[in-house]
């Protein structure tokens, strides 16, 4: 029986009338495999960063530290909070610094099944992925949490001491961090929504003043109750929104240009 027409005999490595290069077993074989190299990688990186798991907690609380009245400190209320806090700190590093290990293993999984157009679009949108979610954690450590503790440490009765819980600072951060850095994935899942048809630029645009408000709702439910780091993160993803919009006109323009000389040659 001829297999013409069956997608399988299009893809990569398959010829006509031979079966798909692996069986399921074997692509979860696979998997497994790929997995523990993931997970081998991100406890090693522990394990060399677990040392330095102190250093690396004042590192992420510097912050809020140097924003503490004199004489003041962050304290632990929980017996185990001085070990814990650490140690849940350093594995939350140890992941997103295999990040891009973890992301290689993904692609290696998947590429072998996809086109060669296909390949030539994925792999710079996952490295542009990676690149964005670590901007979105550099801002938020960089430029939020100066402005946020600054606010948070000077608004306060006079009164009062500001001596925060390792435990819950490290919660507090850690949100903002996964926030800003799923935040700063917009534009490519702008761009990817135009890519794919699912939308277009035209409509889009007209979705602004939905968009605008969508993200300060989206800031609300994802940082404090203040306004500054509702409005910290708000005004990046729409900006980031707009950035997307921005390549999705370019690629789209660059597809009418492909299209129309195609139509000369055909002609």
């Given at each position: 029986?001829?297999?013409t027409g069956d997608?399988?005999d299009s893809?990569?490595?398959n010829t006509?009338n031979?079966?798909?290069?692996a069986?399921?077993?074997?692509?979860l074989?696979?998997?497994?495999?790929?997995?523990?190299?993931?997970?081998v990688?991100?406890?090693?990186?522990?394990?060399?960063?677990?040392a330095?798991?102190?250093?690396i907690?004042?590192?992420v609380?510097?912050p809020?530290?140097?924003l503490?009245?004199?004489?003041?400190?962050?304290?632990?209320?929980?017996?185990?909070s001085?070990f814990?806090?650490p140690f849940?700190?350093?594995?939350?590093?140890?992941v997103?610094?295999?990040i891009p290990?973890?992301l290689h293993?993904?692609?290696a999984?998947?590429?072998p099944?996809?086109?060669?157009?296909e390949?030539?679009?994925?792999?710079p949108?996952?490295?542009?992925?990676?690149?964005?979610?670590?901007?979105?954690a550099?801002?938020a450590?960089y430029?939020?949490?100066p402005?946020l503790?600054?606010f948070?440490?000077q608004?306060?009765?006079e009164?009062v001491?500001?001596?925060?819980?390792?435990?819950?600072?490290l919660?507090?951060?850690l949100?903002?961090?996964?926030?800003?850095?799923?935040?700063?994935?917009?534009?490519?899942?702008?761009?990817?929504?135009i890519?794919?048809?699912?939308?277009?630029?035209e409509?889009?645009s007209?979705?602004?003043?939905?968009?605008?408000?969508?993200?300060?709702i989206?800031?609300?439910?994802?940082t404090?109750?203040?306004?500054?780091s509702?409005?910290?993160?708000?005004?990046?993803?729409?900006?980031l929104?707009?950035?997307g919009?921005?390549?999705?006109?370019?690629?789209?323009?660059r597809r009418?240009?492909?299209a129309?000389?195609?139509?000369?040659?055909?002609?």
């Amino acid at each position: 029986m001829s297999s013409t027409g069956d997608p399988l005999d299009s893809r990569p490595g398959n010829t006509p009338n031979e079966p798909p290069q692996a069986p399921l077993i074997e692509h979860l074989i696979e998997l497994r495999s790929r997995l523990l190299r993931s997970v081998v990688v991100i406890v090693v990186v522990f394990l060399a960063l677990y040392a330095f798991s102190n250093d690396i907690y004042t590192f992420v609380a510097k912050p809020l530290m140097a924003l503490l009245p004199e004489g003041s400190q962050m304290i632990a209320t929980e017996v185990a909070s001085p070990f814990l806090a650490p140690f849940k700190l350093t594995l939350v590093v140890a992941v997103f610094i295999a990040i891009p290990f973890v992301l290689h293993q993904a692609w290696a999984f998947v590429a072998p099944g996809l086109y060669e157009n296909e390949k030539m679009l994925a792999f710079p949108l996952l490295v542009s992925s990676v690149v964005l979610f670590y901007g979105g954690a550099a801002f938020a450590y960089y430029v939020v949490f100066p402005l946020l503790f600054a606010f948070f440490t000077q608004t306060g009765p006079e009164n009062v001491a500001v001596m925060t819980d390792i435990n819950q600072y490290l919660n507090f951060v850690l949100k903002l961090f996964f926030a800003f850095g799923v935040a700063f994935e917009i534009p490519i899942a702008t761009f990817l929504l135009i890519l794919s048809g699912a939308t277009t630029v035209e409509s889009l645009s007209k979705k602004r003043p939905y968009i605008f408000l969508g993200c300060f709702i989206i800031g609300m439910l994802l940082t404090p109750p203040d306004v500054i780091s509702q409005s910290l993160l708000a005004v990046p993803m729409y900006l980031l929104y707009e950035i997307g919009l921005l390549f999705g006109r370019l690629v789209r323009k660059r597809r009418d240009e492909q299209a129309r000389e195609a139509e000369k040659e055909s002609a």
